[in-house]
């Protein structure tokens, strides 16, 4: 009920309550992002976290899904995560979902039993900013982590019971390494299992230190022809994949909005870009486009 500074949480939280533990994100080095640049990370008064709930549970009749923020709420140690989990679950015996963002270097820490209790506690899905399957990319964006520990991170909440939603960033190689980006990040995909998997489109955020890379011309963002063929580059190579996966990419940054399952609906997804490419007034246009 009490917020420092702004707060962020993923689209499919919108009607969330959103519980601030931690305050910014312990890492804060992403190049791409200005979301928590301006706070210092720090983890909230455990008497205040518990004394939110209260108010929370005074003010809302019925509340079904908590998200705890703010950037990665899960770096948290498993008994103070616990404390919180059990206090939402005598205050809203009604919530049926717990969600937080997660770095892949937080899921790594705890060990598999942790991540059980905390799945029997009432946290069930986890959001993992994932950005691209390749590491060359992700040491240029300063992610702090290399595509196979957040692969392993994503199997290893997902064989705690624990549902992954993961997401990958189209465009965010630059032009230059397009390729590398849409190939790898496909293999991630086929190899990680996520129960869901979210490609949003790049989009320079004012305050994120990338936006000085692109004024010089280090880094060149692709068209938006060139973000649905990387797309579509993307999608082709999660062929193999073998658990089913809800997969999105429909977000408001999104030029062409695709939703289905993979595998099932992976020539369906490639023939819906297919059809975006060749009929770009469909495209959405650059004044509708917002992170
Ligand atoms: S993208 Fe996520 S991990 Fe990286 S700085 Fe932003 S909040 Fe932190």
């Given amino acids: ?3 420092e500074g702004d707060i962020y949480r993923p689209p ?3 009607y969330s309550y959103l519980l601030q533990v931690t305050v910014g994100c312990s890492h804060n080095k992403c190049t791409f992002c200005s979301m928590y640049k301006n706070k210092r990370f720090h983890i909230r008064k455990m008497e205040d976290i518990l004394e939110d709930l209260e108010m929370a549970r005074k003010a809302y009749r019925r509340v079904d899904r908590i998200f705890l923020c703010d950037g990665d709420a899960l ?4 008994y103070k995560l616990l404390t919180i ?3 939402i679950r005598e205050l809203f015996p009604e919530c049926e979902r717990v969600s937080s963002y997660a770095r892949g270097s937080d899921i790594n820490r705890k060990t598999e039993d942790e991540l059980k209790e905390l799945k029997a506690a009432g946290l069930s899905m986890v959001y993992v900013g994932a950005e691209s399957g390749s590491d060359e990319v992700l040491r240029r964006i300063k992610k702090g982590s290399t595509s196979a520990e957040i692969t392993a991170a994503v199997q290893k909440v997902e ?11 189209s465009g965010i190689g630059g032009q230059e390494l397009t390729v590398e980006h849409a190939v790898k990040t496909g293999q991630m995909i086929r190899e990680m299992e996520a129960s869901y998997v979210a490609i949003l489109t ?4 004012p305050g994120a230190p990338m936006c000085e890379a692109i004024a010089n011309g280090d880094l060149v963002i692709p068209s938006p022809i060139e973000a649905i063929e990387e797309i579509k580059m993307i999608l082709e190579n999660t062929r193999g994949l073998k658990k089913t996966c809800v997969f999105r990419s429909n977000h408001a ?4 909005n695709l939703k289905g399952n993979l595998p099932e609906d992976l020539d369906r997804l490639i023939e819906m870009c ?12 650059e004044m509708l486009r917002m992170l």
Avoid: W
């Avoid at 770096?75 to 498993?78: D, F, M, P, T």
């Avoid at 940054?253 to 062409?256: A, D, F, K, R, V």
């Fill in 202 to 205: 790049f989009m320079p955020r």
């Fill in 75 to 78: 770096c948290l140690a498993n």
């Fill in 274 to 285: 297919d059809y975006g490419l060749s009929h770009q007034e469909m495209l959405k246009s």
């Fill in 253 to 256: 940054s999104n030029y062409l």
């Fill in 159 to 169: 064989r705690c019971g624990i549902a992954a939603s993961v997401t990958f960033i």
């Fill in 12 to 14: 499919s939280e919108a």
């Fill in 1 to 3: 009920m009490r917020y």
């Fill in 85 to 87: 989990l059990e206090k």
